[in-house]
């Protein structure tokens, strides 16, 4: 068990470009969660997923971003038509849930930077 | 509304020196759980402590402890002795007590840097 593992760590791309993020979970974790960094700021909750099933998104979370969770293991974070309001930390994290206490395991995260 | 503050944007010690983060959260929520992360600079966050909003007894592990107290709204986080592997951002964390999920509602973090 190595972690919450996240790729790419970094990605820049031209505004107007579609972007795709992607996480793996701990591998017996049932839960699966999306948040957004800004620099100098909390992490804040864009989705979660339990197994495959999306279960909440946030209206931070506009038209232009999808995420997926197929067979309920791996997660796909997309952008469409990238801003560069876009510009942030994208964060994974898992956990067994299932209550309100439970302890999240984060990744390192994807930094994206829009152009 | 749910929030949490962490009013102190930046904290600067000398190694073994001790060094108390505030935070202090508003929720009208009966039930809820409260949390701290660390976030080294390697990006994860790291968990540090789960606390429900039925248990006001302080806990102490290692050189880490915390108080809770809800007459005041605030969930104060003290590391004695600091060390330079203490130097992240702290963040301090509020969950919905009713929902059952890990969605939470993060402070806006407290830079903490220990010089040798």
């Known amino acids: ?115 | 509304a749910q929030k949490v503050t962490q009013a102190q944007t930046e904290i600067s010690v000398v190694e073994k020196e001790d060094v108390t983060l505030d935070c202090v959260y508003e929720t009208r929520d009966t039930t809820y759980y409260l949390f701290w992360y660390k976030q080294p600079p390697s990006g994860e966050l790291v968990f540090l402590i789960r606390r429900n909003s039925f248990d006001e007894q302080n806990e102490i592990s290692g050189r880490y402890s915390w108080n809770f107290q809800k007459s005041t709204s605030s969930f104060n986080f003290t590391i004695t002795a600091s060390q330079v592997v203490d130097s992240a951002v702290y963040f301090c964390a509020l969950s919905d007590g009713s929902s059952n999920t890990g969605k939470l509602i993060f402070g806006q973090g407290t830079t903490l840097q220990v010089k040798p």
């Open chain 1, 1 to 115: 068990d190595t972690g919450v593992s996240q790729n790419p760590r970094h990605k820049i791309t031209k505004r107007g470009q579609n972007v795709t993020f992607r996480c793996d979970p701990i591998s017996e974790h049932n839960r699966l969660y999306w948040y957004r960094q800004t620099l100098g700021q909390g992490p804040e909750f864009l989705t979660y997923f339990q197994n495959e099933a999306q279960l909440e998104k946030s209206r931070l979370l506009s038209d232009r971003f999808s995420a997926e969770r197929p067979k309920g293991s791996f997660s796909t974070l997309e952008i469409q038509r990238t801003e560069q309001g876009d510009s942030a930390m994208y964060l994974c994290a898992s956990s067994l849930g299932g209550t309100a206490n439970e302890k999240l395991f984060f990744g390192s995260g994807t930094q994206l930077s829009v152009l």
